[in-house]
């Protein structure tokens, strides 16, 4: 039903900068949010930042806040994260996804709102 595709990912210097998009396709109507979620080795999942399609209401961790942006481009149905002042704790798979029609409790913030997800993309920020 919705397909996305990351890109963006790389390796990067410790106080450098990365953006990263994620292309979504179908029926992205059907969704209410995009968000990001990374993973690093060794622990578990956590939540990034989540935009909205409509009103482009955002949410952002409190590991990330001020450092990440989270966009959307409603044309190109393609939302990105641009994240500076990269330090070797973000470094992690990315991955983007789609919520559920309505999110619950958390305002889609859980991965449990989120329907459809990418590959994921690989960031490494070295010391």
């Known amino acids: 039903q919705v397909q996305l595709v990351e890109s963006g990912g790389g390796l990067v210097q410790a106080g450098g900068s990365l953006r990263l998009s994620c292309a979504a396709s179908g029926r992205t109507d059907r969704t209410h949010a995009m968000g990001w979620f990374r993973q690093a080795p060794g622990k578990e999942q956590e939540f990034v930042s989540t935009?909205?399609?409509?009103?482009?209401?955002?949410f952002y961790a409190d590991t990330v806040k001020g450092r990440f942006t989270i966009t959307i481009d409603n044309a190109k149905s393609t939302v990105y994260l641009q994240m500076n002042s990269l330090t070797a704790e973000d470094t992690a798979v990315y991955y983007c996804a789609a919520s559920r029609p309505n999110c619950g409790t958390y305002g889609c913030r859980a991965p449990y709102e989120y329907d459809y997800w990418g590959q994921g993309t690989q960031v490494t920020v070295s010391s």
């Open positions: 935009i909205s399609w409509s009103d482009r209401s955002k």
